[in-house]
């Protein structure tokens, strides 16, 4: 009996033994199988992704080599089909008919840096333009390396723009539009040399049509004003003749002063029918209509207005939109920094900003700006209106007081973006 309950306690610590050993087995194979699987579900999975990204960058390098600009190769191969959507109706086939069928490449597509030749304008009617957004992109920049920079990456601030059917453009609406658009991305720098000299060719029109309505009145009115004047002159005279002269001599000047009041009174009824002439004319054209813009005409449109050390033209920050490298001035005499218009995507804002490196890529965060920096009279608020949430009318006009500012700012910033069209119906 003892012996059977030794040999039975002795068969439970064999069978407990044998439990034990079996979990550690099955616990291992599953620590062998776990292994196993993450090689072959992470390791494996990782080690493909990396071969295909080589194999892919590979690819591309050699893509590269082998890649010459777009301009470059349309000079040689002709425009290339479907790049264009079909709403756009390109003249230069018809230009290039009337030339022989030779191309001049870009001396001839270019009137200057910013106005296109008429033959080659594209054809935006019905169309609007429409700002998106202001948004840094860091990169890696070779050049940076090589050059010792401390961060070999680089920022690059792109605006995005949306180019909308005219009668779906919504200027509530952040993007536009929501289909049938197609899509601007361009650099800053870019996009503030088109826009700052659209801005100019806006004012050159407009001054040029408030001079032509309301210089015109204003002549008018000067010359109505020396008229009277002379008349006036006339009577004094007339008042202080001498009442004792004789009777013959005072039918004499009766006779003259008669004649006189004739050729004045015709006078008068001719400057009547020019003024009529001219009143009809300020009522029966947009001068009446958009009388209201031309208010400061002769301040704003005066030659010499901004130049001054407390102002600046438009035209004057076109020297500082890529990165410049400027002197302090002040208390900040010796240092030497760098300057270009900068995008907060936090704030929304495009302002001038200061920077430590040539890339304009490390911003100098402090209270200092770059007014105070260089004594130069930046406006903070002088890129406002070109965020602005307007849809701009890219359709081709002549109509004042513009006239076809907006063609020509749609046409350069077409050929100046990065396109992408595949949301537009052909």
């Avoid at 190769?73 to 002709?78: D, M, T």
């Avoid at 609007?128 to 957004?133: D, S």
């Avoid at 792109?158 to 609406?173: A, D, E, F, G, T």
Wanted: aromatic share 12%; net charge negative; charged share 35%.
């Amino acid at each position: 009996h003892n012996h059977c309950l030794v040999s039975t306690v002795s068969c439970c610590e064999h069978l407990a033994t044998m439990k034990i050993f079996a979990s550690v087995v099955s616990l291992l194979a599953g620590v062998e199988a776990t292994k196993s699987s993450f090689q072959r579900d992470v390791l494996s999975s990782a080690d493909r992704k990396a071969r295909l990204l080589r194999a892919r960058d590979t690819a591309e390098n050699e893509l590269f080599k082998a890649a010459v600009p777009l301009v470059e190769y349309e000079k040689k191969h002709g425009k290339i089909p479907g790049r264009e959507p079909s709403f756009m109706k390109n003249r230069r086939v018809e230009e290039d008919e009337k030339d022989g069928g030779e191309d001049g490449g870009e001396d001839d597509y270019f009137a200057d840096d910013y106005f296109i030749n008429d033959q080659y304008l594209q054809s935006f009617n019905g169309y609007a333009l429409k700002y998106v957004m202001c948004q840094p992109i860091q990169r890696f920049s070779e050049d940076a390396v090589e050059n010792g920079e401390y961060n070999s990456m680089v920022t690059d601030d792109i605006v995005i723009l949306r180019l909308c059917p005219r009668n779906q453009c919504s200027s509530s609406k952040e993007f536009g539009c929501s289909y049938n658009y197609g899509e601007y991305a361009v650099g800053l720098s870019d996009y503030l040399s088109v826009m700052l000299k659209y801005a100019e060719d806006k004012k050159q029109n407009l001054c040029g049509f408030c001079g032509d309505c309301f210089g015109r009145r204003k002549l008018d009115e000067e010359d109505r004003d020396e008229n009277e004047d002379e008349n006036e002159e006339d009577e004094k005279d007339e008042d202080g003749e001498s009442e004792e002269e004789d009777k013959d001599e005072e039918e004499e000047d009766d006779s003259g002063e008669e004649d006189k009041d004739e050729e004045e009174n015709d006078a008068n009824d001719e400057n009547d029918a020019n003024d009529d002439d001219a009143n009809q004319y300020y009522a029966n054209s947009y001068c009446s209509t958009y009388e209201s813009l031309c208010d400061n005409y002769d301040y704003w449109c005066d030659e010499d207005y901004g130049d001054d050390r407390y102002s600046m033209r438009n035209e004057d920050y076109l020297d500082y939109i890529d990165c410049v490298k400027v002197q302090g001035q002040g208390s900040y005499q010796g240092s030497n920094m760098y300057v270009r218009p900068r995008c907060n995507a936090k704030e929304g804002t495009i302002k001038m900003g200061i920077f430590y490196d040539p890339y304009c890529s490390q911003y100098v965060d402090s209270d200092v700006t770059a007014k105070e920096f260089t004594g130069v009279p930046f406006n903070n608020t002088v890129f406002e209106e070109f965020q602005d949430s307007q849809c701009m009318d890219c359709s081709a006009t002549e109509t004042p007081p513009y006239y076809n500012a907006n063609g020509y700012m749609c046409n350069k910033i077409y050929h100046e973006a990065g396109q992408c069209f595949s949301n537009l119906p052909y």
